[in-house]
C-alpha cells in the first residue's frame, strides 16, 4: 500500500494561487494513478484533476479547467496542483488519492484551502 500526506494549504485571497504538494511512501509510487479530490463544508467529495501513471495523461473538473495543473515526480515519489486564479468557491479540503484500479483506495489526510473574497 501508499501512505499519503499533503501540505501546502492555507489561505489566499481571491484571483491568488497555492501550489499543493503530495508525499507518498509505501510501495512503488509510479504504479498508481494519483488524484485530488475536494470537498467543501456541506458538499460531498468531488474530483479535481487525476494524472496518468507515467503522467503523460490529465483530467479535470469543468469547474477548475484552465486554472490548475496536476504534476508528479515520480522520482521523487511526489504529486503537485498548482492552484491559479482561486476563486472562493474553491474553498474546500482538499485530498491526495491513488487507486489502481478505478477506485480511489488511498487517500492523505487533507489541506485546508480558503479563498476570501
Not at 19 to 43: D, E, I
Not at 106 to 111: D, E, I, K, L, S
Request: proline share 2%; glycine share 12%; with cysteine.
Amino acid at each position: 500500500q501508499v501512505q499519503l500526506v499533503e501540505s501546502g494549504g492555507g489561505l489566499v485571497q481571491a484571483g491568488g494561487s497555492l501550489r499543493l504538494s503530495c508525499a507518498a511512501s509505501g510501495r512503488t509510487f509510479s504504479s498508481y494513478t494519483m488524484g485530488w479530490l475536494r470537498q467543501a463544508p456541506g458538499k460531498e467529495r468531488e474530483f479535481v484533476a487525476r494524472i496518468t501513471t507515467s503522467g503523460t495523461i490529465t483530467n479535470y473538473a469543468d469547474s477548475v479547467k484552465g486554472r490548475f495543473t496536476i504534476s508528479r515526480d515520480n522520482a521523487k515519489n511526489m504529486m503537485y496542483l498548482q492552484m491559479n486564479s482561486l476563486k472562493p468557491e474553491d474553498t474546500a479540503v482538499y485530498y491526495c488519492a491513488a487507486r489502481e484500479g478505478y477506485e480511489w483506495n488511498y487517500w492523505g489526510q487533507g489541506t485546508q484551502v480558503t479563498v476570501s473574497s
